[in-house]
C-alpha cells in the first residue's frame, strides 16, 4: 500500500529536525556553516507544517512558532555569516585593485564581527545544548500531529495560496522599491521553494501546480545579503573615510541590479 501524502511529509520533517540538531553539533571552522544549515532544515519543516495548514490543528502552531523562536535566536550568527560570504561574492565579481582593497578591509571587520558573535553565542549556550533541546522536544512532538489528515486536495490549496502571496509580494516590491518589501518578497519566495522541495522530496506530484523559478529566489537572496551588508557598514566606522564612501556606492550599485535582475525575471 503506497504511503499517504501526510506520512511522507511527516518522515521528511522529521529528517530535517534531526539534521538541524546534528548541524547545530559541528564544532570550530564549521559551526557557522552548521548554524546556516540547521536554521535552513527548521525552515523547511515549518514549509511542512504551512502545507498542513489546520489539518494539523493547533498543536502545528506551536510547534512552528518553538521552531520560529529557535530560528530567530541563530538570526545574528546567520547575518554574520552571510556578510562574509556576500564580500567573498563582491571579491570573485569585482576585481579592480581599488575595490579588492576596500573590500578586503570590509572582510576583515566582518571576519572579526562574525568570530565576535559566536564567541557571545557559545558564552550564552555552551555548543547550542539549549537549542538542540529544544529541538528534541519539537522532534518528540511533532509525530502526534494528525498528518493522515492531509491530501493531495489540501496541498494543492496550500501551494495555490503561497503562490498567490508571492505576486501579491511582489506587485507590493516592485511599486515601492524599499528593501522591506524586497526582504518580504524573499521571505514568501523562500517559503514557496522550500515547500515545493518538500513536495519533491517526498515524490507528491501535484500537476496544477508548476515548478518556481529557483534563479529569482538566489537573486533575491544575494539582494538581502547585500541589505545586511549595508546596515552593518553604516554602523561601523572602522574603515577609512574613503573606503566607506566606496564601499556605500558599491552596495547601493549592486543591491540596484540585483532587484532589477530579479523582476526582469519574474
Given amino acids: ?103 578586503n578591509a570590509a572582510k576583515r571587520l566582518a571576519v572579526a564581527a562574525r568570530a565576535e558573535a559566536m564567541r557571545n553565542e557559545q558564552v550564552v549556550d555552551k555548543d547550542f545544548l539549549t537549542r538542540r533541546e529544544r529541538l528534541q522536544v519539537v522532534l518528540a512532538a511533532m509525530p502526534i500531529l494528525p498528518w493522515q489528515h492531509i491530501n493531495n486536495a489540501r496541498l494543492t490549496l496550500s501551494m495555490q495560496q503561497s503562490m498567490q502571496v508571492c505576486e501579491q509580494a511582489a506587485e507590493i516590491a516592485l511599486n515601492s522599491g524599499k528593501e522591506k518589501d524586497w526582504h518580504r ?37 544575494e539582494a538581502q545579503d547585500i541589505s545586511i551588508l549595508r546596515d552593518f557598514f553604516r554602523q561601523h566606522t572602522a574603515m577609512s573615510e574613503e573606503n566607506q564612501k566606496r564601499l556605500r556606492k558599491l552596495l547601493k550599485r549592486e543591491f540596484g541590479h540585483l532587484s532589477a535582475e530579479a523582476m526582469a525575471g519574474r
Fill in 1 to 103: 500500500m503506497p504511503q499517504q501524502a501526510g506520512d511522507q511529509l511527516k518522515a521528511y520533517a522529521l529528517a530535517q529536525l534531526q539534521r538541524a540538531m546534528v548541524c547545530l553539533g559541528w564544532r570550530g571552522s564549521r559551526a557557522h556553516e552548521g548554524v546556516h544549515q540547521a536554521r535552513k532544515s527548521m525552515r523547511r519543516v515549518r514549509a511542512c507544517l504551512a502545507l498542513g495548514e489546520s489539518a494539523l490543528g493547533a498543536g502545528a502552531s506551536m510547534l512552528d512558532d518553538e521552531l520560529s523562536k529557535i530560528c530567530e535566536s541563530l538570526s545574528n550568527l546567520r547575518d554574520a555569516q552571510a556578510r562574509v560570504e556576500s564580500l567573498d561574492r563582491l571579491l570573485e565579481k569585482h576585481p579592480d585593485v581599488e575595490i579588492h582593497a576596500c573590500l
Fill in 185 to 221: 518578497l524573499r521571505r514568501r519566495r523562500r517559503r514557496l521553494i522550500q515547500q515545493h522541495t518538500a513536495l519533491e522530496n517526498c515524490h507528491i506530484e501535484l500537476p496544477s501546480i508548476a515548478a518556481p523559478d529557483r534563479k529569482l529566489g538566489t537573486l533575491l537572496g
